[in-house]
């Protein structure tokens, strides 16, 4: 059965990446530790902009926001998926609605916008369908963020059993989309983003395997 509506996650499915993967240094990394001990969720997440803002408090909020994108820009360089963008605009073309459920940044959406050369809306990503962890302040594999969108695509007639998530993270994505209901794809397609966390491709947990993101049109 196709899906009803597709979800992706963005570092390691639509951006090729070492996201999550990455050691800051010990200045920020001590002030996210600090702030995620402050939260209340088991999965916390934090607001780059409030980690540089605290580590540099001479610099007015638009100078915090190009710093914080200079070093991201540096310690995490991306690139498209292959067929990132085409599998995007065939599935927007279909009527398929399309949405985002990443753990993410204020500069997320504009470097995946600069890296795949069109806006959400050019590429048929609906906003409404997107889930962000900085701004929920809770990160994946928290299924909240699955179950927002989740609510809302059931408030459009969409039952989850119809809906499609991709993601490379067999924790982070597979597990929390499979508990909020979605079916799912694990996207191993880039060895270097796939995180199967001691699991095989075979005991991954998920609906299917896919190792180029346009095979979701024969999958």
Do not use: W
């Not at 398929?96 to 795949?116: D, K, M, R």
């Not at 695509?153 to 993270?169: F, H, M, Q, S, T």
Request: glycine share 6%.
């Amino acid at each position: 059965m196709s899906p009803r509506a597709v979800l992706f996650d963005i570092y390691g499915t639509l951006l090729s990446s070492a996201a999550g993967e990455l050691h800051p240094d010990p200045a920020l990394r001590d002030l996210i530790a600090t702030a995620h001990a402050a939260s209340p969720h088991p999965f916390p997440e934090i607001d780059i902009r409030e980690i540089h803002a605290a580590l540099h408090p001479e610099l007015a909020p638009d100078e915090v926001e190009a710093l914080a994108v200079v070093h991201e820009r540096k310690a995490n360089p991306v690139t498209p998926m292959p067929g990132a963008a085409e599998t995007l605009r065939q599935l927007a073309a279909k009527g398929i609605p399309l949405g985002l459920i990443s753990n993410a940044q204020f500069y997320t959406v504009p470097i995946l916008e600069e890296v795949l050369g069109a806006t959400l809306t050019e590429l048929g990503i609906d906003p409404d369908l997107c889930c962000f962890s900085y701004l929920e302040r809770r990160a994946k594999p928290d299924p909240y963020l699955f179950e927002i969108v989740r609510d809302k695509l059931a408030r459009r007639g969409i039952p989850a059993a119809e809906v499609l998530y991709i993601g490379n993270d067999v924790r982070n994505d597979i597990d929390p989309a499979s508990a909020s209901g979605f079916r799912t794809a694990l996207f191993a397609g880039d060895p270097t983003s796939l995180r199967l966390r001691g699991r095989g491709l075979d005991a991954s947990g998920a609906d299917q395997v896919i190792h180029d993101l346009r095979e979701i049109f024969t999958g």
